[in-house]
């Protein structure tokens, strides 16, 4: 039972790669904007 | 497409894998990248000192290359392939972050007309590749995962509509296979075909964004051309891949009303479900942008992250096409593709040059 409550609360966490790269982009865009990510080269 | 040396693009679309595994593929992918932007400069340098005049080949093109080798002539390790299937996730990652280069004013204008073009090229290639499907006898479902792919956006909308109208297992491969060697063929031929036209940057983004199928081929083919034209190819295949759930929609109704698929209960929830929500990213990061939320420097920084994740994707594109795999799937599938991609290609052309007449693209 509480195996099968712990599987379903990861499956409820569990997100679609769209919603990682939305959440990673906006990480990055907070690491650029508070200089915690100075410069970045190319 | 199952093999140990393809990488399934099914399961790239679904979730991101533990992170230990990905470990050994992302280092590959960043190794092939590093190694195409170290041999575009060096070859440049090289050529500029020994005064040869010798093509500028693109990072892109060498990492696409580098990959088709690797893919094609070794067998790629199993450790490595949840990794490379990361590729999928860079190419969002890299087209959020885009969005800080685009003032919300070209998105809205650009934006506009390439939805404006969407909808014809939509309409005129789910009715070509239907009359192709049956002309050439292909199973009715199989004629529609074809139609979904090449008119919306290869992979992604396969896999959706796959769910959405109970196809088999088989049909979504041979037409995801179809689709990912067509798309390997449009990274050659369409910016050979732009330069012999002498398209201008805009028009052959808006081109190669509407006409070549799979976002992550879309963008290098523009990438390929320059990088204002990458910037482009991805705002116009971005608003493409918008309509994915109205297409699916569509042919998830014609199929329940078959008595071939479940009912949609939902529309709504349905559409939500289909819709590709790392478009909501790339418009928020413009957002935030035309708020002078960052300063110049912080918009070049957002923009050079934006590329070192595309350069992950180009070399994914590379090591997941793998033709001797592709092969293996008919002859038959892959012409109707062939053959509707190519009509899809002169038609989305000639969308382009009537754009370009009518708005001065």
Same mark, same amino acid.
């Given at each position: 039972?509480?195996?099968?409550?712990?599987?379903?609360?990861?499956?409820?966490?569990?997100?679609?790669?769209?919603?990682?790269?939305?959440?990673?982009?906006?990480?990055?865009?907070?690491?650029?904007?508070?200089?915690?990510?100075?410069?970045?080269?190319? | 497409?199952?093999?140990?040396?393809?990488?399934?693009?099914?399961?790239?679309?679904?979730?991101?894998?533990?992170?230990?595994?990905?470990?050994?593929?992302?280092?590959?992918?960043?190794?092939?990248?590093?190694?195409?932007?170290?041999?575009?400069?060096?070859?440049?340098?090289?050529?500029?000192?020994?005064?040869?005049?010798?093509?500028?080949?693109?990072?892109?093109?060498?990492?696409?290359?580098?990959?088709?080798?690797?893919?094609?002539?070794?067998?790629?390790?199993?450790?490595?392939?949840?990794?490379?299937?990361?590729?999928?996730?860079? %190419?969002? =990652? /890299?087209?959020?972050? $885009?969005?800080?280069?685009?003032?919300? &004013?070209?998105? *809205?204008?650009?934006?506009?007309? !390439?939805?404006?073009?969407?909808?014809?090229?939509?309409?005129?290639?789910?009715?070509?590749?239907?009359?192709?499907?049956?002309?050439?006898?292909?199973?009715?479902?199989?004629?529609?995962?074809?139609?979904?792919?090449?008119?919306?956006?290869?992979?992604?909308?396969?896999?959706?509509?796959?769910?959405?109208?109970?196809?088999?297992?088989?049909?979504?491969?041979?037409?995801?296979?179809?689709? %990912?060697? =067509? /798309?390997?063929?449009? $990274?050659?031929?369409?910016?050979?075909? &732009?330069?012999? *036209?002498?398209?201008?940057?805009? !028009?052959?983004?808006?081109?190669?964004?509407?006409?070549?199928?799979?976002?992550?081929?879309?963008?290098?083919?523009?990438?390929?051309?320059?990088?204002?034209?990458?910037?482009?190819?991805?705002?116009?295949?971005?608003?493409?891949?918008?309509?994915?759930?109205?297409?699916?929609?569509?042919?998830?109704?014609?199929?329940?009303?078959?008595?071939?698929?479940?009912?949609?209960?939902?529309?709504?929830?349905? =559409?939500?479900?289909?819709?590709?929500?790392?478009?909501?990213?790339?418009?928020?990061?413009?957002?935030?942008?035309?708020?002078?939320?960052?300063?110049?420097?912080?918009?070049?920084?957002?923009?050079?992250?934006?590329?070192?994740?595309?350069?992950?994707?180009?070399?994914?594109?590379?090591?997941?096409?793998?033709?001797?795999?592709?092969?293996?799937?008919?002859?038959?599938?892959?012409?109707?593709?062939?053959?509707?991609?190519?009509?899809?290609?002169?038609?989305?052309?000639?969308?382009?040059?009537?754009?370009?007449?009518?708005?001065?693209?």
């Amino acid at each position: 039972m509480a195996t099968d409550k712990s599987s379903n609360a990861a499956k409820g966490l569990s997100l679609s790669l769209d919603t990682w790269a939305v959440i990673v982009a906006l990480l990055l865009a907070l690491a650029v904007k508070f200089s915690i990510l100075k410069s970045v080269p190319w | 497409m199952a093999s140990s040396t393809t990488v399934s693009p099914v399961e790239s679309e679904q979730r991101i894998p533990n992170a230990l595994s990905i470990v050994p593929g992302v280092l590959l992918l960043a190794g092939i990248g590093y190694a195409a932007k170290t041999l575009e400069r060096t070859i440049n340098t090289y050529a500029k000192v020994h005064q040869w005049t010798f093509p500028n080949i693109e990072y892109v093109l060498w990492a696409i290359l580098i990959g088709l080798v690797i893919s094609n002539t070794l067998t790629i390790p199993k450790v490595f392939e949840s990794g490379i299937a990361t590729y999928e996730f860079w %190419l969002k =990652l /890299g087209i959020v972050l $885009l969005g800080a280069r685009f003032v919300l &004013a070209d998105v *809205l204008k650009l934006g506009g007309i !390439s939805l404006a073009l969407v909808v014809v090229e939509i309409t005129l290639s789910l009715i070509l590749m239907t009359a192709l499907g049956k002309l050439f006898k292909l199973k009715p479902k199989l004629t529609s995962l074809l139609a979904v792919g090449s008119s919306i956006c290869g992979v992604s909308a396969i896999i959706a509509a796959k769910g959405a109208i109970d196809a088999d297992d088989e049909d979504s491969s041979f037409a995801i296979a179809a689709i %990912l060697a =067509l /798309g390997a063929l449009s $990274l050659f031929t369409f910016p050979a075909i &732009a330069h012999s *036209l002498h398209m201008n940057d805009v !028009s052959y983004g808006l081109w190669a964004g509407l006409g070549v199928d799979n976002t992550a081929e879309a963008t290098a083919a523009g990438a390929l051309y320059s990088d204002a034209a990458g910037k482009v190819a991805v705002l116009a295949k971005t608003a493409r891949n918008a309509m994915i759930g109205f297409v699916v929609l569509g042919y998830a109704i014609y199929w329940a009303g078959q008595g071939q698929a479940k009912t949609v209960t939902n529309k709504a929830v349905f =559409l939500w479900n289909k819709f590709p929500k790392f478009i909501l990213g790339f418009l928020a990061m413009s957002l935030l942008v035309g708020f002078h939320t960052f300063d110049k420097g912080q918009v070049a920084s957002l923009g050079n992250l934006s590329k070192w994740a595309f350069l992950l994707t180009f070399a994914g594109v590379g090591l997941r096409t793998n033709f001797r795999e592709m092969s293996k799937q008919g002859l038959r599938p892959f012409v109707v593709g062939a053959l509707g991609e190519i009509l899809i290609a002169c038609l989305t052309l000639g969308l382009v040059v009537g754009a370009n007449r009518i708005w001065g693209l």
